[in-house]
Nanobody, 122 residues
Framework: QVQLVESGGGLVQAGGSLKLSCAAS????????IAWYRQAPGKQRELVAG???????DYADSLKGRFTISRDNAKKTVYLQMNSLKPEDTAVYYC????????????????WGQGTQVTVSS
């Protein structure tokens, strides 16, 4: 069992930065893949970035270069550094615990956090 709690969202101006945190419970954290997803109003939830237990990463092509995912296994936390934010990045950002296979992240339907709101003003 894994429980995920996101934090770090807020209101930021376009061009600014935010760093999200996903804190996990459970003794197996170091062995599981974690990802960030986002869902904007009226849109489907989409993958932002995933990271394997060994630190390999999978990014949405459109976000490469602006967003960086990382993990600290000692703190059982995964981070999402978001730079050069745009109004279209406005969404609820969710954490997911899933699988990482052959360079791609696969979400689990069982393990989602409650989400954190990110709003980017123009």
């Amino acid at each position: 069992q894994v429980q995920l709690v996101e934090s770090g969202g807020g209101l930021v101006q376009a061009g600014g930065s935010l760093k999200l945190s996903c804190a996990a419970s459970g003794s197996t954290f170091a062995f599981i893949a974690i990802a960030w997803y986002r869902q904007a109003p009226g849109k489907q939830r989409e993958l932002v970035a995933g990271i394997s237990s060994s630190g390999s990463t999978d990014y949405a092509d459109s976000l490469k270069g602006r967003f960086t995912i990382s993990r600290d296994n000692a703190k059982k936390t995964v981070y999402l550094q978001m730079n050069s934010l745009k109004p279209e990045d406005t969404a609820v950002y969710y954490c997911n615990a899933g699988r990482y296979l052959s360079g791609r992240y696969y979400a689990s339907s069982d393990y989602w956090g409650q989400g954190t709101q990110v709003t980017v003003s123009s």
